[in-house]
């Protein structure tokens, strides 16, 4: 696609319950990067693929965190028993090739809110 | 380690003045430095980046900044601001002995552009 996609736009769920959100990234890029922002913070990194395996995974919080990515393109982070703790956009964004230089393309975030 | 530090979390200046927006990092390596922009419910949108060669670099939007090894800084300036500049301005870090990949982003400063 022309854009990184990520969906759904918006998320409210209640504290304890299973979600998925899910990123769709430029077509060909091979890095894939989650983050989360909280409000009136900067984002903060969870975790980066290249391909389909989690290169670094050392900023996922806990293990009720995990994300995949089976064909090394659209990526699903799952967030098991979710807490209020976790309500915070959640960004994604892709890079060609995954080096040091290359600029992020950041998609516009999932809000997840959890009550 | 590594880490981002911009002063100020709100920035307000006129229409046609001059922006800084300042950024001071910490990198165990030689870093590679960006600016993004975000604007509400939006994504972060690659304003600029250094990685090598020259220390001034030119981004879109009339945006630069200037590398300053010495003073471990990346300011971001613009001569004249215009309405359209009001956004929120994250400053990163890439770089780590460990060759990860994540970016590390400051805090973010709002700038408020009066008319």
Known sequence: GAGVSQTPSNKVTEKGKYVELRCDPISGHTALYWYRQSLGQGPEFLIYFQGTGAADDSGLPNDRFFAVRPEGSVSTLKIQRTERGDSAVYLCASSLAGDREDGYTFGSGTRLTVV | ?115
Not at chain 2, 18 to 43: D, I, K, T
């Open chain 2, 1 to 115: 380690a590594q880490s981002v530090t911009q002063l100020g979390s709100h920035v307000s200046v006129s229409e046609g003045a001059l922006v800084l927006l300042r950024c001071n990092y910490s990198s165990s390596v030689p870093p590679y430095l960006f600016w993004y922009v975000q604007y509400p419910n939006q994504g972060l949108q690659l304003l600029l980046k250094y990685t090598t060669g020259a220390t001034l670099v030119k981004g879109i939007n009339g945006f630069e900044a200037e590398f300053k090894k010495s003073e471990t800084s990346f300011h971001l300036t613009k001569p004249s601001a215009h309405m359209s500049d009001a956004a929120e301005y994250f400053c990163a870090v890439s770089g780590s002995s460990t060759g990860r990949r994540a970016l590390t982003f400051g805090s973010g400063t709002r700038l408020q552009v009066q008319p």
